[in-house]
T-cell receptor, first 112, second 114 residues
Framework: DQQVKQNSPSLSVQEGRISILNCDYT??????FLWYKKYPAEGPTFLIS?????DKNEDGRFTVFLNKSAKHLSLHIVPSQPGDSAVYFC???????????FGSGTKLNVKP | NAGVTQTPKFQVLKTGQSMTLQCAQD?????MSWYRQDPGMGLRLIHY???????DQGEVPNGYNVSRSTTEDFPLRLLSAAPSQTSVYFC?????????????FGSGTRLTVV
């Protein structure tokens, strides 16, 4: 049973608008979360992280929000650009940076 | 700086054959790992290593062997390939000197077992 779930396989957004990608987890021991972006035929690239001691982390157009009580995190991209079109994975670990559990990914399409 | 290099990019094996997927990194990262990506499953950890001579199992280790004789290389061996091992394999590394640092991934090896 997957401990990290991304329930939306795909998302389509107009250029300039906000993209919100969601991720849910079941293991209450998870305390560190990462988001990766993946283009076809390439490996995932690290995007942004958040520790459970925070509820928000920003890096340019990317903001990750963490709601520990709901076991939910989200990635906001503002404004969305066509180059953001990719598959986005969230990942979580439980006090052990050596083992991360990944969600199944959400394919984002940003329309010009 | 090449980052993480995986070879080959594509491979077709017959059931029962063996092969080694190669992974090399030039960033002097202590940690290296292997993931497999299957449709609808995300990435799942196979094996990982925190330094030369040290390896440990991940989520789905069965059917795979690893060793880490140098900091740079972390090969993944399939001793007797099975169709269930058809997947895309990613090698990843990170530095352990910065807590929480994200992984650097290779571009993947697409393996088909027939």
């Amino acid at each position: 049973d997957q401990q990290v779930k991304q329930n939306s396989p795909s998302l389509s957004v107009q250029e300039g608008r906000i993209s919100i990608l969601n991720c849910d987890y079941t293991n209450s021991m998870f305390d560190y979360f990462l988001w990766y972006k993946k283009y076809p035929a390439e490996g995932p690239t690290f995007l942004i992280s958040i520790s459970s001691i925070k509820d928000k982390n920003e890096d340019g157009r990317f903001t990750v929000f963490l709601n520990k009580s709901a076991k939910h995190l989200s990635l906001h991209i503002v404004p969305s650009q066509p180059g953001d079109s990719a598959v986005y994975f969230c990942a979580a670990s439980a006090g052990n940076f050596n083992k991360f559990y990944f969600g199944s990914g959400t394919k984002l399409n940003v329309k010009p | 700086n090449a980052g993480v290099t995986q070879t080959p990019k594509f491979q077709v094996l017959k059931t029962g054959q063996s092969m080694t997927l190669q992974c090399a990194q030039d960033m002097n990262h202590e940690y290296m790992s292997w993931y497999r990506q299957d449709p609808g499953m995300g990435l799942r950890l196979i094996h990982y290593s925190v330094g030369a001579g040290i390896t440990d199992q991940g989520e789905v280790p069965n059917g795979y062997n690893v060793s880490r004789s140098t900091t740079e290389d972390f090969p993944l061996r399939l001793l007797s390939a099975a169709p269930s091992q058809t997947s895309v394999y990613f090698c990843a590394s990170r530095t352990t000197s910065k807590q929480g640092a994200g992984y650097t991934f290779g571009s993947g090896t697409r393996l088909t077992v027939v």
